[in-house]
Every structure is written in C-alpha cells, then in structure tokens.
C-alpha cells in the first residue's frame, strides 16, 4: 500500500502537468522533472514523464519556429505592402508622363495638319477672296 501511495503525487503531479500542457501552458514542466529525477517513483512513471518532458521540448521548438516564420512573414508582407505602394507611385508618375507626351504628339499632328490645309491653292482662293471681302466692307 506504501508503495501506491508514493506513487500518487507522482501520478497527480504527471496528471496536472500533461493537463498544463495539453491547455498550452508549459509553467509547470518542471514538476515532470522532479518527477524524472525522484528515485522513489516507479521507473515506467519516470519513463512517462522523461517522454511527456521530450513533448514540450518539441511543442516548445515548433511554438518558437512558428513565432518566427509569422514575424519573417509579417516584415515579408510589410516589404510587399511598401513595394506595392512605390509601384502604385511610379504608375501614376508614368501615366502623367504619358498623358503629357499624348497631348503633345496631338498638338504636334494638329500642326501638321494645319500645314497640310494652309498649304493647298484653294486655301490660298480663300484667303484671298476672304482679303477682297475684307478691303471691300472697308471702305
């Protein structure tokens, strides 16, 4: 009896640790150690807390793995967000250039295209007749 006895606060303790553990908390993993090392418990129940030990070890590794890649991917979303914005800058910079250089290239054909008119006979007709008209009503 002496013997069950001595292994139930080993067992509770064990219990409320896995139970700890299981609820993400890990406070208490040093009762599974004192559990490892105490001679007077059962060795299987040693076993089965060295075991539970080597768990959190794990859970703690990848918890600490994942804080990592959540704050590599965080400054990665961060870079993209301000690249994003330089790109939309750089959009709206080229697309004023863009607009510029259209109304120029317009005004550059309308010239021409003036030219094309001015420069025909019967414009000449026209503006000749329209000086007549002109030096007529003056007088």
Do not use: W
């Not at 896995?18 to 040693?46: M, Q």
């Not at 967000?81 to 004023?96: G, I, Q, S």
């Not at 309308?110 to 001015?118: K, P």
């Amino acid at each position: 009896m002496s013997s069950s006895q001595s292994m139930n606060p080993a067992v509770a303790s064990l219990a409320r640790t896995c139970e700890a553990i299981a609820n993400g908390r890990f406070d208490d993993v040093e009762e599974l150690y004192g559990v490892i090392t105490d001679d007077s418990v059962d060795a299987d129940i040693r076993a089965l807390a060295e075991t539970f030990s080597g768990m959190v070890v794990q859970v703690e590794a990848r918890e600490f793995h994942s804080s990592q890649l959540i704050e590599e991917l965080t400054e990665t979303k961060r870079q993209l967000e301000l690249a994003e914005a330089k790109l939309r800058k750089e959009n709206a910079e080229l697309k004023t250039r863009l607009d510029k250089f259209e109304v120029t290239y317009d005004e550059k054909q309308a010239e021409m295209e003036v030219q094309e008119v001015t420069d025909t006979d019967y414009f000449r007709s026209l503006q000749s007749r329209a000086k007549d008209l002109r030096s007529k009503y003056k007088s």
